[in-house]
């Protein structure tokens, strides 16, 4: 195992707004390395934490002791395509996943907007695409395999330790730490995506039949405007028609990134500049459709480096939450460059998902890595928080266990594993404890 006992080197996330300097830096190659790495932390007094691709902007994964870096725990440890499972390694980025997962003509039934994330990383924190009918990366696991604070290895899943499943699938690292998983997957499949421009009333007065007539539906408001793109993914039997080399190129990199990113700098420079430009990227998106790999559609290149704050609310609350954050951002002195993203997810029976038992919509905001806050997100989680919203768990909020409390109805069964699971909090930070309660 390596590992570098007396490092000083500072941990930094993806967005630059987090930071810890750990006592000790480990990266096991197994799963019996990272026991061991366990142990030695509770001989030791020192607290664990892992972290995956650092792309969480809270500090979930912070610690002043020993960082577990999954990077040499990428295997694949079994595909099962008679029960439609593949079994793999804590580390694996889901990039790479995707990728086995085509060559054995199999997919995942749904993904989120990005794939740099770690496997562990993405299911702990509640990583999520949007789907009428498909849920979040961590709905979709069949198995997780756990390293416990006494460094005992234990496997959960709906039939071995239920209750320890329950929690696990989406634990915040506050139960162990992950060392596999093992997810359903499905014969690989296309998807038809049909991204167009529309204005923002219609977007939501016809928000209900958008999310319940395609299986994955999503949008984009831009601040300061009436402008909006809707994307709608459904399922086709081909053939497959991708964009062209140039044309992805063009949207996905140059447009989406190359540009994108000198925008925001200059309206991070020049605040006043921002309505303009707001209204020019409103209509920079033309209308496209394309056929391809799913994972394909349901991704895209992010290179353009920001902070979030992502919120879930009761579906039905959309429109008129959505109307209201408009109405607060006509009114302020804000200049917010970045668009507000939304998607939808069926009710889940994940203890600490943010759709677990309602249909769920999520808005999250977004501001350029650098920007001040003008008081934009404290704005937003007022608002959310007024109606029931959960924040998404490694996204920027300030609320504490006595909030989340009343609006996770398994809270306190969480709670109760984790007094079980880790009594002596070796798995603990200052955000778990924050959102946890000690």
Known sequence: MSSNPTSTATWTNWAGNQSARPQRVVTPGSTEELSEAIRRAAADGLTVKAVGSAHSFTSIAATDGVLVRPDRMTGVRAIDIENGTVTVEAGLPLERLNQLLEHAGLALTNMGDIMVQTVAGATSTGTHGTGRASGSLAAQLRAVELVLADGTVTTCSAEENPELFAGARLGLGALGVVSALTFAVEPAFLLHAHEAPMAFGEVLDRFDEFAEENEHFEFYWFPHTEGCT????????????????????????????????????????????????????????????????????????RRVRFTETEWAIPRRQLPEVLRELKRLVDAADWKISFPVEVRVAPADDLWLSTANGRETAYVACHLFRGTTDPGYFTAVERLMTA???????????????????????????????????????????DYLRRVLGQ
């Open 387 to 429: 109606h029931q919203g959960r924040p998404h768990w490694g996204k920027l909020h300030t609320r504490d266990a006595e909030y989340l409390a009343t609006v996770y109805p398994h809270f306190s069964d969480f709670v109760a594993l984790r007094d079980r699971i880790d009594p002596e909090r070796r798995f603990a930070n």
């Open 230 to 301: 809707v994307k709608r993914n459904n399922r086709s039997k081909g053939p497959a028609r991708p964009l062209g080399q140039f044309r992805r190129w063009f949207d996905d990199e140059f447009v989406s990134n190359t540009v994108w990113e000198g925008a925001c700098r200059v309206g991070r420079a020049f605040p006043k500049a921002v309505p303009g430009i707001a209204r020019i990227a409103s209509k920079a998106w033309s209308e496209r459709q394309y056929t391809d790999v799913s994972y394909k559609v349901f991704t895209s290149p």
